[in-house]
């Protein structure tokens, strides 16, 4: 029987259907690296479209440009190592721990998709704290309050980066912020 991510732990089963509840490490590389390819590549059209260099300064596509080509060339890199690899891998990984992976993934694109309409000083302490949140819930009550104030922290020191000490305009959404 394959072997799972860990201590030499067997796949598990799904007591209904019988059928494996953990998924090969080589198929997650390959479905991770295509999703990064997509995102990337939307990233990069996105960018285009905001402006990349404006008449004196970088243009509010800038640095999205940057990340999306990044995101990019390393889906092109897991892919293509998947491809000389081939596909005899047979570590496997249970769906459980996928779960936070989905998360992220979700929460980025509800960020990305939202960011022009909301605007992102509103948008971002509300991402950073699902990201934190799906990492690991806090225990106590002063782990909840550390979350959201370095959600805050994060969007204000962003926006006052961004906008003002480069220059670069950023999503300010509905509401003008």
Known sequence: MPRAVGAGLTAARDIF?????DMKLNRLELGFGLFLLILGSWIVAQAVSYGVLG???TGAG???FISG???TISA???LVRQMREGSDETEMVPFSELGP???IIAATA???LLAETVGMVLLTP???AAVAYLIEVPKTPRGHAVVWSVAVAFAVFAYLLFDYGLGVPIPHGILGV
Not at 17 to 21: D, F, K, Q
């Open 69 to 71: 080509g990044l995101l």
């Open 110 to 112: 509800v960020f990305l």
């Open 55 to 57: 008449d004196n300064i």
């Open 126 to 128: 509300f991402y950073v």
């Open 76 to 78: 092109i890199g897991i």
């Open 62 to 64: 800038f640095f999205p």
């Open 101 to 103: 992976i989905g998360g």
């Open 17 to 21: 259907t019988g059928r494996s509840t």
